[in-house]
């Protein structure tokens, strides 16, 4: 089963941060945070990854707290094209041996509405 | 930007037909994945594969399915005699393995629909 928690739905204003909540309090210290989504159907997408220090890519930010028992995805200008389903995901890190084996264990998400 | 290309987009099968899902993988990865979506629930893995042999497989992937890599660029699911427990939108994915890129890409899926 997924070793996280994450608020089934949030709606947040265009053009405004959307912030993402996710709890894993039992990750391991091996463990990384990934963030996928879901846009309407289409198979999913990877977002960003991180273990314990903060990440920025195009896409988006990942805050991972100190003691790496929860993390925040913020989408910084949040569009009309963001509604989707967001899946925050522990697993073990991508230099790991057994990396590529490793199934992705999908939640059930947020379901992120952006509004016009 | 490399993708995961998927065919058929949309299946449909009349119960107890054989089905062939289509993958092809992006060109240098080398990890290969069938995941399913039923409608409304969550995506769940079906199969990993790995230097021409299954890796892992989930309770979902009994002997009615099968994947094959019949050459170098095509990753196929076979499932032998569909069932109407088997609609759902089907995702293959594809991974270098490792390293800092080594993240799943996701196809757009095929839905199939048994009928």
């Known amino acids: 089963d997924a070793k996280t928690t994450q608020p089934p739905s949030m709606d947040c204003a265009e053009g405004r941060a959307a912030n993402l909540p996710c709890n894993h309090s039992?990750?391991?210290?091996?463990?990384?945070v990934y963030w996928y989504r879901q846009i309407h159907s289409q198979g999913p997408q990877y977002i960003i990854h991180?273990?314990?220090n903060n990440e920025t890519n195009e896409m988006a930010s990942l805050i991972i707290t100190e003691d790496r028992k929860s993390s925040t995805l913020i989408l910084p200008h949040a569009t009309l094209r963001d509604t989707a389903v967001y899946y925050c995901?522990?697993?073990?890190?991508?230099?790991?041996?057994?990396?590529?084996?490793?199934?992705?264990?999908f939640g059930t998400g947020t379901r992120l509405t952006i509004i016009p | 930007e490399p993708e995961v290309t998927q065919t058929p987009s949309h299946q449909v099968t009349q119960m107890g037909q054989e089905v062939i899902l289509r993958c092809v993988p992006i060109?240098?990865?080398?990890?290969f994945y069938w995941y399913r979506q039923i409608l409304g629930q969550k995506v769940e893995f079906l199969v990993s594969f790995y230097n021409n042999e299954i890796s892992e497989k989930s309770e979902i992937f009994d002997d009615q399915f099968s994947v094959e890599r019949p050459d170098g660029s095509n990753f196929t699911l076979k499932i032998r005699s569909t069932k109407l427990e088997d609609s759902a939108m089907y995702f293959c994915a594809s991974s270098e393995g490792q390293g800092a890129k080594a993240e799943a890409f996701f196809g757009q899926g095929t839905r199939l629909t048994v009928v």
């Open positions: 995901i522990v697993r073990v890190g991508p230099f790991a041996s057994n990396f590529g084996n490793e199934k992705l264990t």
């Open positions: 991180g273990l314990k």
């Open positions: 039992t990750i391991s210290g091996n463990e990384y």
């Open positions: 060109s240098n990865h080398l990890y």
